[in-house]
């Protein structure tokens, strides 16, 4: 297509080349390639199930990593906005009748004592209304309730990303998933010398909102839990933004003529992970948080995958300073380090033939010189979302991806069969390992698979739109990771999706089920 001047400005000021703009074009032509998909990870086939006495060992392994003097990180992608949670609100506000005919909007007023953001909503409704919220609902005006949650006049919550908003009730107060993520790291990633790091990615026009939170926080935070916090902040690259197509894969403009660009999905968080220079980094999404009562599985298990990860490096540094150095290894040391390849971190050279000596050394450099990542899997409960799989790779191999079922071939019915009957689901309990043996930290965009991005449909102005997602943070850009999969416990993981989801058990102080 022919770009005006204006078009060139506007493609510099994201830093995004004229070449990849033509790329991202070409994408929308020509789609993605689909994975192909050998089978579903499961239990004793690329899912591993620890002994206890194992777990053991990997906690013991991870309290002692946390006496040394290493840099942990936790890395929590909070840019998400939280509107999406409040769907049936809004369209509920939108009607303008104070009748409760949706099952979902009867279930959040009937049980507004339950939610942490009581106090505060009833501040806000005194303030607007001259009464609070349990006073209107006795007065059935539902609709001024709604509209106090979610306006700017009121707690806007329709603006705030979940981050923000009130999950969790205290003696001392509610407790956002941001505080939420602060509190849990003290128990599983606090050093000898009381240092926690937390790098938390938010939108532009989140970032203010976050400082202030962390602000008035961090003093209260730091002496009760005895840690010294390092908080920063990151927003995405304009760079990863993506062109938006109409249905005839035209780019989209504004009413002023302008390109219309958006965020390339969490995929484009990799470059904001790989200016992270840690020896450890957990990934964790900011809406997957306990409250107290319910935190201990969720710290065990992280000392556990942590652990492991540890043991996983120190075996693979071993095997590539043998490689390295330039000494004759014997065939049983390379048999050794190709069994540990296959059955441990599941990589399968199944297209390429290891004739010579010289053919195994490269071949385990080329494997065993990558990023490392532990992925807990929850056992399959119905929640949407990606999963682990065993996976062909341009590389020759089959190795264990987390794949989203975008990424299946729908009119492929052996792909959909293997997609239909996976036993585990993808929670994003990630710990990663992101330097050599060495010390050197790897490049993590030399790792990405770009044939895994995605196109999606959007609407925007009532128009509808097609979208291109970048390979998936944990899916495709970290497509040519070594990956381990293990199997956590589900009460691990308990995010919110819509906002009847904190009336769940495991969002209540009391654990019993509300609506």
């Known amino acids: 297509m022919m770009l005006t001047d204006v078009d060139i400005k506007k493609l510099d000021e994201k830093g995004i080349s ?27 086939d690329g899912i591993s199930v620890l002994e206890e006495s194992d777990r053991k060992e990997c906690i013991d392994v991870w309290r002692n990593y946390l006496t040394q003097n290493k840099l942990i990180v936790k890395f929590v992608p909070s840019s998400g906005a939280a509107s999406r949670m409040f769907k049936n609100l809004y369209e509920f506000m939108g009607k ?12 959040f007023i009937d049980n507004l004592e339950n939610f942490a953001f009581l106090d505060s909503l009833n501040s806000r409704c005194k303030r607007n209304e001259g ?3 349990i006073a209107l609902r006795e007065r059935g005006r539902y609709v001024d309730i709604v509209r106090n949650l979610l306006d700017k006049k009121g707690l806007n919550y329709g603006f705030l990303p979940k981050g923000l908003l009130l999950f969790h009730d205290y003696e001392d107060g509610a407790r956002t998933p941001f505080e939420e993520h602060l509190v849990e790291s003290t128990k599983y990633a606090k050093n000898s010398r009381g240092e926690v790091n937390l790098h938390f990615t938010v939108s532009d026009e989140h970032v203010p909102y976050f400082k202030a939170l962390w602000e008035s926080k961090k003093d209260s935070l ?13 927003v995405q690259d304009h760079a990863t933004d ?21 965020p390339g999905g969490h995929g484009a968080l990799l470059t904001n992970l790989n200016d992270i220079d840690a020896d450890v980094i957990f990934i964790k999404n900011i809406d997957n948080v306990s409250p107290d009562i319910y935190k201990q599985s969720t710290i065990e298990n992280k000392f556990v995958l942590a652990g492991l990860l540890v043991k996983l490096q120190r075996k693979i540094f071993e095997f590539h300073a043998m490689l390295d150095s330039g000494s004759s290894i014997s065939e049983d040391n390379i048999q050794k380090m190709l069994d540990f390849c296959q059955k441990t971190l599941c990589v399968t050279n199944k297209f390429n033939p290891l004739e010579t000596k010289a053919d195994k050394i490269a071949y385990l450099k080329m494997v065993l010189d990558r990023p490392l990542r532990v992925c807990g899997m929850v056992k ?22 987390i794949l989203e079922s975008s990424q299946f071939d729908e009119n492929n019915e052996e792909q959909m069969s293997i997609l239909r009957n996976a036993t585990h689901f993808n929670p994003v309990d990630i710990v990663c390992g992101v330097k050599n043996y060495k010390g050197e930290k790897y490049d993590l965009t030399r790792y990405v698979d770009s044939n895994t991005g995605f196109i999606s449909m959007k609407s925007k102005n009532g128009k509808e739109l097609k979208a291109l997602e970048l390979p998936g943070l944990w899916n495709g850009a970290m497509s040519d990771w070594n990956t381990m999969f ?7 993981f308990c995010p919110v999706k819509v906002i009847n989801d904190l009336l769940r058990p495991e969002h209540q102080s009391i654990q019993q089920e509300v609506c």
């Open 18 to 44: 004229k070449e990849l703009f033509e790329e991202q074009l070409s994408r929308f032509e020509n789609g993605f390639p689909f994975i192909k998909v050998e089978r579903a990870a499961v239990v004793s």
């Open 96 to 107: 303008g009748e104070n009748v409760l005919d949706n099952k979902d909007v009867k279930c």
């Open 131 to 133: 009464i609070d919220a």
């Open 222 to 234: 730091s002496y009760r839990y005895g840690a010294n916090f390092n908080v920063d902040f990151s």
């Open 242 to 262: 993506t062109i938006a197509v109409d249905m005839d894969n035209n780019p989209l403009r504004d009413e002023e003529g302008n390109l219309v660009f958006r």
């Open 380 to 401: 399959n409960q119905g929640e949407p979302g990606g999963g682990p799989y065993m996976c062909q790779n341009p590389n020759g191999t089959v190795s264990a991806q």
């Open 486 to 492: 293990v199997e956590v416990p589900i009460d691990t």
